[in-house]
């Protein structure tokens, strides 16, 4: 996932990995290196600057669950990602232009 920060212009990238089970929060890296399902990552991430997410790429191989709900402070916001429309082999992925304010606490959960 990219972030941009609205203040900075600073391009933020954060490996995620989704467990590719339903109503679960996806883990997003924290600064440890590809996050796996329970050693590395968290299931939030937050910024010292107001962000927009930009853009999503996900590899291949996802079978039991079909978006991600885009969630601020743990609650559900109107924006939904679909994984079909950001697998990384797609050469024309959607812009996202989803934004959140500084120290919100952004996560993801897989839904069907």
Same mark, same amino acid.
């Given at each position: 996932?990219?972030?941009?920060?609205?203040?900075? @212009?600073?391009?933020?990238?954060?490996?995620?990995?989704?467990?590719?089970?339903?109503?679960?929060?996806?883990?997003?890296?924290?600064?440890?290196?590809?996050?796996?399902?329970?050693?590395? @990552?968290?299931?939030?991430?937050?910024?010292?600057?107001?962000?927009?997410?930009?853009?999503?790429?996900?590899?291949? @191989?996802?079978?039991?669950?079909?978006?991600?709900?885009?969630?601020?402070?743990?609650?559900?916001?109107?924006?939904?990602?679909?994984?079909?429309?950001?697998?990384?082999?797609?050469?024309?992925?959607?812009?996202?232009?989803?934004?959140?304010?500084?120290?919100?606490?952004?996560?993801?959960?897989?839904?069907?």
């Amino acid at each position: 996932m990219v972030f941009k920060g609205l203040n900075t @212009g600073t391009l933020y990238h954060r490996p995620v990995y989704n467990p590719d089970v339903a109503q679960t929060l996806i883990r997003i890296d924290n600064g440890s290196g590809t996050p796996t399902s329970t050693t590395t @990552g968290s299931d939030f991430l937050t910024f010292d600057e107001p962000v927009t997410l930009v853009d999503c790429a996900f590899v291949t @191989g996802i079978v039991d669950t079909v978006n991600l709900r885009v969630m601020a402070n743990y609650n559900p916001s109107p924006y939904w990602i679909n994984w079909a429309s950001s697998v990384n082999t797609l050469a024309y992925r959607p812009v996202f232009n989803i934004p959140f304010r500084a120290g919100t606490r952004i996560s993801f959960m897989s839904s069907v």
